[in-house]
């Protein structure tokens, strides 16, 4: 295919202004990707392979695939090539009372966990004060990489008070919902939480856990639960894989504009 070509024509049906090439170039590069020629994870032509396909000159096809980038469809790695991006899964945060296993459950998904750390340890000052509870009170700590499809997606560490459910330390974190756990097995039914956000970079530690570049994009979630009483009884921590999440917020008009 001749992008200079097809363009030509294309602007002597469509009046002075023609369609730019690099747009042409992402119309087929899309197209590829949408009828399964590339699939997620493929790796599309190079450079110079896509220049003569096109006809076209590298800052051409540089363009239309840094567009591409943008607008998370593709995904260059350094040294490797340019790969076809894996959809990311929407999470949605606001007016829902369930954890990611329910979130994913519900869309058809399959989350497996692996449990790196599940003990009791003094409170820190930070836990303590998001938990309400005197700083070094005994709390269970558990960590978890989370992974949907076997692709692995966050690292959370959640912090619950041990007088709240002091068999939890024995209980298997493997499989299920945490959430529907401590309801069933310990009546700890949340009420309503807090949820804040905020792009950070993977640090060694996470960045190993999760399979992905030292400062790789991740999005950073602290949560409160609480119970009916208004008692705190979850912290948590979770970093998630920027390159894989999408927020979907939900909202509701002002109580004077309805």
């Known amino acids: 295919m001749n992008v200079t070509q097809t363009t030509n024509s294309a602007s002597a049906h469509a009046g002075p202004t023609p369609v ?13 990707m949408a009828d399964g020629t590339w699939p997620p994870g493929a790796l599309i032509p190079s450079e110079p392979e896509l220049c003569q396909e096109f006809g ?4 051409t096809v540089r363009k239309a695939e840094g567009d591409l980038v943008h607008e998370g469809k593709l995904c260059a790695v350094q040294g490797k090539g340019t790969f076809v991006a894996t959809p990311k899964l929407p999470e949605r945060f606001v007016q829902r009372a369930f954890g990611i296993y329910e979130d994913m459950e519900r869309r058809g998904l399959r989350l497996t966990t692996a449990v790196l750390q599940q003990e009791l340890i003094p409170a820190p000052r930070e836990v303590a004060d998001r938990l309400g509870i005197t700083e070094g009170a005994c709390v269970h700590v558990i960590v978890r990489v989370r992974s949907v499809e076997n692709e692995k ?36 039914k949340i009420a309503y939480g807090e949820r804040s956000i905020e792009a950070v970079a993977a640090q060694q530690w996470e960045a190993r856990l999760l399979e992905v570049a030292l400062a790789s994009p991740l999005l950073r979630l602290d949560s409160v639960a609480y119970l009916p009483d208004g008692r705190a009884f979850e912290y948590s921590q979770a970093l998630q894989r920027g390159d894989r999440a999408r927020i979907v917020v939900e909202f509701l008009p002002a109580p004077d504009e309805r």
């Open 56 to 59: 076209v000159s590298r800052i």
């Open 153 to 188: 997606i966050l690292v959370s560490t959640t912090y619950i008070p041990e007088e709240l459910c002091p068999d939890l330390i024995n209980d298997d974190l493997t499989s299920g919902s945490l959430y529907s756990l401590l309801r069933t097995r310990y009546g700890l």
């Open 20 to 32: 730019p090439k690099y747009h042409r170039i992402k119309e087929v590069l899309l197209a590829r």
